[in-house]
């Protein structure tokens, strides 16, 4: 089945399953009546009516209608999902699709609040070759319209957006969520140096509340417009990205969405602070350019980092979600 990631019509649902989970509940079933999608607490949902329900256990199937379509989803199976279908009625695919990606990743942000930890889901859109700008940083635009929409879903899932300043500087991003309907999350601007604050107050990212500019201790200056600056210890600049999450919880951001560029991605990496690092490939080679990430050398493959890759896609390009094997540093 190809799974594409293009179709809205159940994003409502989604921003539903998120207010559920913030309010403690974790047995919850998608209904679907007519074209329509909603998330219930699994106690309170009417299933009589429904022509799909997806859930996260087999308990409703006493409750549906004999021509219902069930999927059950047991989150404790693995991150990347499988889905089973008891009642083996046709399903809702493009529903499906969604809950492939976006399922995992409200699952991930309340078990991490529920933990006192920070769940991290982090994006590159890359060529073929892993370059995610031309030599001179120009970036703008190697992924799709479909990319960005599903980009801005992931910001309404998770409480902050975070980026380096050489992406600040470079693209001026407003790390809304313009494209689809939802909260806007913080933005979090990560400059080490504090330099960030010290150029131009006008760039996007510090227009209105919601912004912090972490910067290390000792490198704070004043803040851009109704920007908060959070200082953390670091040594000569660098941040430690275990510290930088450690000082947004008392921001009460306990999920961020890390959007670069290659530097801040490369630091969150190898600190091992990353849950899930979506990928998506876009259909073009630049030749040369900023790579994904750069590391630490490693001298055989087997000290690469491994993962668990489901695949989804976008409208012609690819999107990767991988998980790594060993995580959990924030
Ligand atoms: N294709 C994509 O998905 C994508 C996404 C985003 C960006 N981009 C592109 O990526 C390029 C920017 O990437 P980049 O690697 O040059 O810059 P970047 O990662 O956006 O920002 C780097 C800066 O962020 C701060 N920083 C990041 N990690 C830090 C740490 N652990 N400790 C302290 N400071 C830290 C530092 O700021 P200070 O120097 O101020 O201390 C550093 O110079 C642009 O060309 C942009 O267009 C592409």
Do not use: K
Request: glycine share 8%; net charge neutral.
């Amino acid at each position: 089945m190809v799974c594409e990631l293009g179709d809205d019509s159940a994003w409502p649902a989604f921003l539903e399953a998120r207010s559920v989970l913030a309010q403690g509940t974790r047995e919850f079933v998608f209904v679907r009546r007519g074209a329509q999608w909603s998330c219930l607490p699994t106690g309170t949902a009417d299933l009589r009516p429904a022509q799909q329900v997806f859930a996260l256990s087999h308990a409703p199937v006493s409750a549906l209608a004999a021509d219902a379509a069930l999927t059950v989803f047991d989150p404790a199976d693995a991150m990347v999902p499988t889905f089973v279908h008891p009642t083996r009625r046709p399903v809702d695919a493009s529903f499906l699709a969604m809950a492939r990606v976006y399922l995992p990743v409200l699952l991930g942000a309340a078990a991490a609040r529920r933990r006192g930890r920070t769940f991290v889901a982090a994006h590159v859109t890359q060529t073929l070759d892993g370059r995610i700008a031309c030599p001179n940083g120009q970036s703008q635009w190697i992924g799709n319209a479909a990319d960005l929409r599903h980009a801005h879903r992931m910001r309404a899932l998770l409480d902050g957006v975070l980026v380096g300043a050489g992406t600040v500087r470079t693209d001026d991003p407003r790390l809304d969520v313009r494209h689809v309907t939802g909260p806007n999350p913080r933005r979090i601007v990560l400059s080490g140096s504090g330099a960030i604050l010290r150029e131009r107050h006008d760039r996007h990212a510090f227009r209105g509340a919601g912004c912090d500019v972490v910067v290390a201790a000792g490198n704070g200056a004043p803040a851009p417009g109704r920007s908060h600056v959070l200082e953390v210890p670091a040594t000569a600049d660098a941040l430690d990205p275990v510290a930088v999450l450690a000082a947004l919880r008392s921001r009460d951001v306990h999920s961020i969405y890390l959007e670069g560029g290659s530097q801040t991605l490369s630091s969150f990496l190898q600190a091992r602070c990353i849950d899930l690092l979506q990928v998506h490939i876009a259909a073009m080679v630049l030749g040369a350019g900023i790579p994904s990430f750069t590391l630490t050398p490693v001298e055989h493959v087997r000290h690469g980092l491994q993962f668990t890759m489901d695949h989804t896609m976008l409208d012609g390009h690819v999107l990767l979600s991988c998980w790594p094997s060993v995580g959990e540093a924030g």
